[in-house]
């Protein structure tokens, strides 16, 4: 299994630009807790997003994080629990060949991802794992 350590796809030739095309289903988080999502442990905390998407999928987002990645779909108030759509922010995305795990920015937590999932980043330490399915699902690719 591939360790990913100093992940920085901006240099990376394989790597692409995709937007996110979801609307997810979002609760926030009453207490301090976990989930575990299909890529592996994320802790939240108190006010952090907890979302399920479109596919079923669940993983949290931290509350710091989450307006800049989401915004309310109406009739849901910003801030609420309800349906969001992400917003189209370009994200790096990279196809892995090989089984491999990804340290989360949020909590620390430890993701693993399998041959043919895909690595994305999100910004500078910020990164994520999603199986191949889903995103051929929910991203699009961006020129």
């Known amino acids: 299994m591939i360790k990913l350590t100093d992940i920085d796809l901006t240099s990376d030739p ?12 979002v609760a926030f988080a009453g207490r301090d807790g976990e989930l575990l999502s299909l890529e592996g442990l994320n802790r939240y905390q108190v006010g952090d997003a907890l979302i399920t998407g479109s596919t ?13 990645k989401y915004e309310a779909e109406p009739p849901t108030a910003a801030g609420a629990d309800g349906r969001y759509k ?9 196809r892995m060949s090989q089984p491999f795990t990804a340290a989360r920015s949020a909590g620390g937590d430890l993701l693993q991802g399998k041959a043919g999932d895909w690595l ?24």
């Open 14 to 25: 394989a790597a692409e630009r995709y937007v996110k095309t979801e609307v997810v289903t």
């Open 86 to 94: 992400a917003r189209p922010l370009p994200v790096l995305a990279k």
């Open 56 to 68: 079923g999928s669940r993983w949290a987002v931290a509350r710091s994080r989450f307006d800049a």
């Open 120 to 143: 994305l980043q999100y910004g500078a330490g910020d990164f994520g794992i999603a199986e191949h399915h889903r995103f051929t699902q929910v991203y699009r690719k961006i020129d």
